[in-house]
């Protein structure tokens, strides 16, 4: 059965299932022109009106099918509801407690019930506009009404899901509110859940903040405990007392702003701070991270003491891993008992070391990252790179390093199951080795010897897999960005010092290292200058051809060479010894003519003043002053007189120099 324009009709093939007969209906058809309410064609089948028919029919029709009529009469109804569009952008905006909103199965439940009680309304006004054309005999009993749409009410569910009540006089109400004033009033379908309606212990901005201080309290209290020591304060000013259930709920509400207070800061700023996304560095050397690394492997160690000797097995050794995060290269490593500067910086060696194994040059990167462990003793050292970026203290996601380090001991580490120590304290206990099992064969665990080289094992092939992609990288280093690091720059930042100065002699500046007894000196005359200063040694043990000296404040440094060794035999002579030799001739050449350039140029500022100054007598009674031709006595009685002239004393001085033939004294 269903309906068509409004009258309940019943197909052809539903009367002649055993209803009536064909002929019968066709013979009743003929008699009534108007029980037929729709002609079959096209697939569509014919629709009788049922409340024509005669009362056996009508009677055994509707007995058969009361659910189908009753269905009928709800799609009916369902046929003229329309989605309120205004309703659902009501309800998109509504907002609870300033911030979030209605769930989407809430605003769809909330517009579908505003949807229907328009329904109604088209419904009652149609039915009031037909009274006043008909009359009072067609008048709607509003109790009749509401039972019947209360109802359909179940099977409109199925197409409109909705929150409206299903019994007839509280629908009716709900209807009434709904459209007081004559215009929709959407809030009335919202629970007063949301509205915050419902009668509250907590309300009162005093009882939210006594709340909130034991919330917040430092020993980070349970449900139970807040809710007995609120309950005291309740007792006092007579509020009415909570449960623990009620102060969960209020720790899930205020627990932004209480989180500070229960975990700390660093935790807070962690859970709910707003952290930076960042992409990996899109070419090799524009950014190092490191850290140290206590690595899950034990070793044995054995201690002696007066009363013999002991062996433990839980110590660890720590890694200082220097990270490229391009596709994560450890460019670096050093290995240790514990973090110090001096691990830190052996890793940053190694780094830069390698760089020059990878690329044919010793390189440095444009940024380094750190956290800030004696960041005031490494700020030099990282100052190798153009920017020092410290990560905030206590922001472990702002290093890419840390979650390599959970990488490698997953990836490598375990697999050393003789002596890996498992994961972190805050893992779950199931991920964690077998303490019994290590314990009857700790046995098996190395020595330091045995941990360093699974450690090296460890970092080797990780540069295994990685070493083609990066190497291939370094063609995507801008040029701008590319940094060579000097000779100068790696001593003074990696150098090692032999822990006492050096002063320079004659034969040079003649230092001991590694036992053995080396002398540097330079061709720069700067390096003379400062013949009276102390310096510090600093030099590669791999390379100690070039040293740098490094005066006390620092302030000064210059690169010495190892001085070359000449024989004394010219028998002996190599090839290069002569050219070496001409080198020392040269410096020397050049050293005595600044020397003799600064003593003429003091002479000559010296004799001006003096011209200046008649009334300082004269100046060469006291035999400080000589003419360029050395003389002092010929010029007592002419230092008032002008000076000789420039050429006369240079023929003079060129004569002077004549005849001087070149000797064998001068090839040594």
């Not at 329309?82 to 905006?93: L, S």
């Not at 992609?469 to 032999?498: C, H, K, W």
Request: proline residues 4%; positive net charge; charged residues 30%.
């Amino acid at each position: 059965m269903e309906y068509c324009d409004g009258i309940l009709c019943a197909t052809h093939a539903e009367l002649t299932d055993g209803i009536m007969t064909n002929a019968a209906l066709m013979h009743a058809c003929q008699r009534d022109k108007d029980l037929r309410v729709r002609r079959g064609c096209n697939g569509v089948s014919a629709l009788y009106d049922i409340n024509r028919l005669s009362a056996e029919y009508r009677t055994e029709a509707k007995r058969r099918h009361a659910a189908t009529e009753a269905q009928a009469k709800a799609r009916a109804f369902i046929d003229i509801i329309v989605i309120d569009q205004r309703a659902a952008t009501y309800y998109e905006g509504v907002s609870i407690e300033g911030a979030r909103g209605l769930s989407d199965e809430k605003r769809m439940l909330y517009t579908n019930s505003a949807s229907i009680l328009n329904a109604c309304r088209v419904k009652l006004m149609k039915a009031e506009a037909e009274q006043k054309k008909v009359g009072k005999s067609r008048r709607v009993k509003m109790s009749d009404f509401w039972a019947a749409v209360a109802a359909h009410l179940p099977r409109v569910a199925d197409i409109y899901p909705h929150s409206l009540p299903e019994n007839p006089r509280v629908l009716q109400r709900k209807y009434q509110e709904y459209f007081r004033g004559g215009q929709p009033n959407y809030e009335v379908l919202i629970s007063g859940k949301f509205r915050n309606k419902n009668a509250a212990r907590v309300a009162t901005p005093e009882q939210v903040a006594w709340l909130t201080k034991f919330l917040e309290h430092h020993t980070n209290l349970d449900g139970q405990e807040v809710a007995d020591y609120y309950n005291t304060v309740c007792e006092a000013f007579g509020w009415p007392k909570v449960t623990r259930r009620t102060m969960l709920v209020w720790l899930q509400k205020l627990g932004w702003l209480v989180n500070a207070g229960r975990h700390g800061a660093k935790e807070y700023m962690n859970r709910y701070g707003m952290q930076n996304k960042r992409f990996a560095p899109t070419a090799p050397m524009l950014f190092w991270s490191l850290d140290g690394w206590t690595v899950e492997l034990y070793y044995k160690k054995r201690t002696e003491g007066k009363r013999g000797g002991r062996t433990t097995y839980c110590n660890r050794m720590t890694v200082v891993v220097v990270l490229d995060p391009f596709n994560k290269y450890p460019i670096g490593y050093a290995t240790g008992y514990q973090e110090s500067p001096e691990l830190i910086k052996a890793a940053l060696r190694d780094a830069t070391n390698h760089t020059a194994q990878l690329f044919g040059q010793r390189l440095r990167p444009v940024q380094i990252q750190s956290d800030n462990y004696q960041i005031k003793i490494m700020l030099p050292t990282y100052g190798m790179a153009e920017y020092v970026t410290p990560a905030q203290v206590g922001n472990a996601k702002a290093k890419p390093i840390e979650p390599y380090f959970r990488r490698l001991n997953h990836k490598y580490a375990k697999k050393c199951s003789g002596n890996w120590s498992g994961y972190g304290i805050t893992s779950r206990k199931e991920s964690q080795p077998n303490m019994e099992w290590l314990n009857a064969h700790k046995g098996q665990i190395p020595d330091e010897a045995g941990v360093r080289a699974q450690i090296e094992w460890i970092i080797e092939s990780e540069r295994a897999a990685k070493r083609e992609e990066y190497v291939a990288g370094f063609s995507r280093i801008p040029a701008d960005r590319l940094l060579p690091m000097p000779i100068e720059s790696y001593l003074l930042n990696f150098g090692q010092e032999t822990g006492y100065k050096n002063t320079l002699e004659g034969s040079g500046l003649n230092v001991r290292l590694l036992g053995e007894r080396r002398t540097y000196d330079s061709f720069d005359l700067e390096f003379r200058k400062y013949a009276h200063l102390r310096w510090s040694i600093k030099y590669d043990p791999d390379n100690m051809q070039e040293v740098l000296a490094v005066s006390d404040e620092g302030d000064i440094r210059i690169l010495l060479k190892e001085k070359h060794l000449q024989p004394m035999a010219l028998a002996d002579r190599r090839p290069g010894d002569a050219e070496e030799l001409q080198k020392v001739k040269d410096f020397n050449d050049e050293l005595k003519r600044t020397v003799i350039e600064y003593d003429r140029q003091a002479t000559e500022i010296a004799r001006e003043s003096l011209l200046r100054h008649p009334d300082l007598g004269n100046p060469y009674i006291t035999g400080i002053l000589t003419d360029s031709r050395g003389q002092n006595k010929d010029r007592k009685s002419q230092y008032r007189l002008e000076y000789t002239d420039v050429t006369e004393e240079t023929a003079y001085e060129e004569s002077a120099g004549a005849g001087i033939a070149e000797s064998t004294r001068d090839l040594y």
